[in-house]
């Protein structure tokens, strides 16, 4: 289980370390909420949503991963 727990971990890294650009839609909304609060207040935002993402990219990654060795594991490969 360590060497599975070993491998997801450097391939989430792997993925983790592709910069894929926020979408247009995020870029704007950003722009007017950081035009409405504090620099401070802004920052704690951004850091939440940052957050959410990231979570659930590493969540989405956890169940393709885990999906792919089922398979597999199953014999459908």
Known sequence: ????????????????AMEIPMPDT???AMALIRTKV?????MVIESAIYSGCI???????EQGFMRGI???KGGAV
Request: aromatic share 12%; hydrophobic share 40%; net charge negative.
């Open 26 to 28: 995020f870029e704007r």
């Open 55 to 61: 979570d659930s990219e590493h969540k989405a990654f």
């Open 38 to 42: 504090t620099k401070k207040e802004f």
């Open 1 to 16: 289980m360590s060497k599975l727990n070993d491998l997801m971990q450097s391939e989430y890294e792997a993925m983790a």
């Open 70 to 72: 089922a398979v597999v």
